[in-house]
């Protein structure tokens, strides 16, 4: 196996009795990339890490860590930490012994322990708060010495199973930002486990969509979120609307698609489409408008807004088009006009690029 990868996952899986928690799973993650395990709960995400971690063997297939197989070699034998997210903190330890812990416990110099703490103490910045007990700490602070105490070792891979999880929304946002600004000076591969999207879009070099035990996609943030490669990662990754109708024609991989009597929209379709097929046409709520009129690149539909939601940077609109389904249109609000130029009732036209329309089997 290839140095150039810091863990592989060769067609594992987990079983446990009549479930199969991890099903036929390849990865290839690269040495200094923050990758995210991303998907709903039970769909195998954290089982992968646990197989990485050793903390879980197999039931077939092999996972290799820097190239080398890892076999059945316990969790304390392999060049990787995990941070949890219940931080499992000794109460009544200061910071600097929750940190040195497990330096201590192998056995290192002194001197050399206070060096190191010093360091992990300053790359989550922490310093001056060497001799406070855990209840002492916000829970920001907290998650800062579970990482200082994971990276004391200096491991190959750092692994973060929902670490986020327990704080509260505006610090999480703060820690998102931290935590890669921290995996970018340090230079050590992560591998994030989160069912939170935009964590996974805010932090990943790359993200893993999961469900059910499989591995749907892997992809840059921007391939996932634009470029879905089924409906289930198109519906899991951020906001879709879907518009129902049968494939009339296919040229040059977009396809026709009739509504709703002669109303026909345009959509990327996949190879494996057949003329005549009922599909779902997909676009983001971000990507439509209100008030631009038809042309070769855009679809078009005639639609009336039946609710109208005002969240100060930007208004979303829910219209009912063809067919009576109801889209959702979100633009900003540029200016005072923005958000009232459209209300309640209004007849309207949502347009949306053809480039940003993708079909997808029902």
């Not at 012994?97 to 010093?118: D, H, T, W, Y």
């Not at 026909?264 to 971000?286: K, N, W, Y």
Request: charged content about 20%.
């Amino acid at each position: 196996m290839s140095k150039e990868f810091a863990v592989e996952l060769h067609n594992v899986v987990k079983q446990y009795g009549s479930v199969t928690a991890v099903n036929h799973v390849s990865i290839k993650i690269h040495n200094g990339e923050f990758f995210s395990l991303l998907g709903p709960s039970g769909c195998g995400k954290t089982t992968t890490l646990r197989l990485i971690a050793g903390f879980e063997i197999p039931t077939s297939g092999q996972v290799y860590i820097e190239g080398e197989p890892q076999g059945y070699l316990p969790a304390y034998k392999r060049p990787v930490n995990t941070v949890f997210q219940h931080y499992a903190l000794f109460p009544h330890m200061t910071v600097t012994k929750n940190v040195s812990f497990g330096l201590e416990m192998k056995g290192v110099p002194k001197n050399n322990i206070k060096q190191r703490v010093a360091e992990a103490l300053e790359l989550v910045h922490l310093t001056g708060m060497e001799n406070r007990r855990p209840k002492q700490l916000s829970g920001g602070q907290q998650q800062r010495v579970a990482l200082a105490r994971a990276l004391i070792n200096h491991p190959k891979v750092l692994l973060l199973d929902e670490p986020l999880g327990a704080l509260d929304l505006k610090l999480r946002k703060e820690m998102q930002v931290e935590l890669k600004a921290l995996q970018e000076r340090v230079g050590i591969t992560f591998i994030y486990v989160t069912h939170d999207q935009e964590e996974a879009l805010t932090m990943s070099d790359r993200i893993a969509v999961m469900h059910q035990g499989k591995l749907l996609q892997v992809g840059s943030a921007q391939d996932v979120y634009e470029s879905p490669s089924s409906r289930f990662v198109s519906d899991f990754i951020g906001e879709t609307n879907y518009i129902d109708g049968r494939l009339v024609d296919i040229h040059g991989g977009i396809g026709e698609i009739v509504v709703d009597q002669d109303t026909h929209i345009r959509a990327h379709i996949m190879q494996d489409m057949q003329i005549g097929q009922q599909i779902s046409v997909a676009f983001r709520p971000e990507k439509a408008f209100l008030d631009i009129g038809p042309t070769k690149e855009m679809n078009y539909l005639p639609g009336r807004i039946h609710e109208v939601v005002y969240t100060g940077s930007a208004s979303t609109f829910l219209v009912h088009v063809a067919g009576n389904t109801e889209v959702m249109i979100r633009q900003h609000n540029i200016d005072a006009f923005s958000a009232t130029r459209f209300k309640l009732g209004d007849q309207v036209f949502v347009s949306w690029p053809i480039a940003m329309s993708k079909a997808f089997a029902e």
